[in-house]
């Protein structure tokens, strides 16, 4: 089984909703074997319009567990408070690595 990798953007709502969430994200994520592995706080397009204020990107040891992540109740209270609070305009996409050994 390959990797996969959460491509996360998203703009901030509420500055201090976004600091709680973010201090606390990590220590999920870390549980079910994720692992962020770039942020980038000031994203621009190569081509096209981009409309956010944040792009993260998270290595997985599968898309499965990367949603097993997304639906645990560890996350889940920073799930609310990501979606009430926190973050506008999110979108959270899957892409599986490819194997270039064949």
Known sequence: M?????YIQFKIKEIGAFQQYAQTVAATVS???GKTIAVN???????????????????????KAAQTWLDSPEYAPLKRLRDEHA???LLITPV???????
């Open 2 to 6: 390959s990797k996969a990798y959460l």
């Open 41 to 63: 706080k000031t994203p621009s397009a190569l081509h096209g319009e981009l409309d956010i204020d944040m792009s993260v990107i998270q290595e997985w040891p599968s898309i």
């Open 31 to 33: 549980l079910y074997d």
């Open 87 to 89: 973050m506008e305009k």
């Open 96 to 102: 599986q690595a490819v194997d270039n050994k064949r």
